[in-house]
């Protein structure tokens, strides 16, 4: 008896309401007129240039707090806005 399996197949099909996701490793260029003003921070640890990833709401008691990370040491840094 031959060995059957079954698979299932699902497809989604993209929404014309879902905007496409950016890739966190995707820079525009800094002289380009259109790019908005981007915070940028130098990592304590090595001296390169960090990413800026999120900007996070203040909650209730807390204040808004800004993520970086840097690329070359994995050194990731918040700090408050």
């Known amino acids: ?3 059957l399996r079954r698979v299932a197949v699902v497809i989604i099909l ?4 879902a905007a496409p996701m950016a890739s966190p490793f995707a820079k525009a260029s ?3 007129p259109d790019v908005p003003d981007v915070p940028s ?3 304590e640890k090595c001296a390169a240039a960090m990413t800026h990833l999120s900007d996070l709401q203040p909650i209730v008691g807390s204040a808004a707090m800004r993520i970086f990370r840097c690329y070359t040491c994995n050194h990731v840094v918040s700090e408050e806005r």
């Open 1 to 3: 008896m031959p060995d």
């Open 14 to 17: 993209p929404s014309s309401k």
């Open 30 to 32: 800094p002289d380009s």
């Open 41 to 43: 921070r130098i990592c």
